[in-house]
């Protein structure tokens, strides 16, 4: 904030950090952090206890979750700010030009490529994690 010459940056010093516990905090997902933050940030009118919908963990939580992740995702995909709208808008054109069954075939792939991504990922902060141990 310093160096973007926010006039007030050391009075920031002063607060006290806290995590504030949540009825709809997890214990078990560690991926979806970014939902999280855009819900919170979406749905905060500068209230201490607010709701910002979310159920306990669990499956419907992870319904919400994948519901939130389409509407951000195409909030994104279709912002006028966003430089290939265009090459969106047209692929998006071609998907419905599919079959079911082509649809279907390409969720499946879409699916696995994403399950095959998490695992490497993980796979690899383990391997970063043992490494670090030694």
């Known amino acids: 904030m310093k160096d973007n010459g926010y006039p007030h940056f050391k009075a920031l010093d002063d607060y006290k950090v806290a995590n504030v516990k949540m009825s709809w905090q997890t214990n078990n997902n560690y991926v979806d952090c970014g939902i999280f933050a855009m819900r919170y940030m979406e749905t905060y009118l500068g209230n201490k206890d607010f709701d910002v919908g979310f159920v306990p963990e669990g ?38 030009r599919l079959t079911l069954k082509e649809k279907k075939m390409l969720q499946d792939k879409s699916a696995k490529n994403i399950a095959d991504r998490a695992s490497e990922y993980f796979e690899n902060q383990a391997s970063a994690f043992l490494k670090k141990k030694k």
Request: charged letters at 45%; a negative charge; zero cysteines.
């Open 59 to 96: 499956k419907e939580q992870k319904k919400q979750i994948e519901d939130l992740r389409k509407k951000y995702m195409t909030k994104i995909l279709l912002s006028e700010y966003n430089e290939n709208i265009r090459v969106v808008e047209s692929e998006i054109e071609d998907y419905h």
